[in-house]
Nanobody
């Protein structure tokens, strides 16, 4: 079993930055693909970015490409989502998720994942 805890959310002005953390317990994240998702009120949960377990390959949604960067620190059992140039439309609850697979096939689809965190709120507003 993997327990995931997100942190780092908050209120930020447009153009600002935040770094979200996803820290795991119960298992090492070395063998897990980790995905970041977000869900805005009244909308479906969407995949934002994901990082592979084996070679640190990443995948980023077009809507955040060039602004968001995913990375991992296996020594800290943590995956990060660096978010720059934030826009009001980035406002959502952000979740991380984990699945024990190799490769990034379909990594932005929610059904791909076995473990989820509780989410952290990100609000972009002036």
């Amino acid at each position: 079993q993997v327990q995931l805890v997100e942190s780092g959310g908050g209120l930020v002005q447009p153009g600002g930055s935040l770094r979200l953390s996803c820290t795991a317990s119960g298992s090492t994240l070395d063998y897990y693909v980790i995905g970041w998702f977000r869900q805005a009120p009244g909308k479906e949960r969407e995949g934002v970015s994901c990082i592979s377990s084996s070679d640190d390959n990443t995948h980023v949604a077009d809507s955040v490409k060039g602004r968001f960067t995913i990375s991992r620190d296996n020594a800290k059992n943590t995956v990060y989502l660096q978010m720059n140039s934030l826009k009001p439309e980035d406002t959502a609850v952000y979740y991380c998720a984990a699945v024990n697979v190799i490769g990034l096939a379909m990594c932005r689809l929610t059904w791909r994942y076995d473990y989820w965190g509780q989410g952290t709120q990100v609000t972009v507003s002036s």
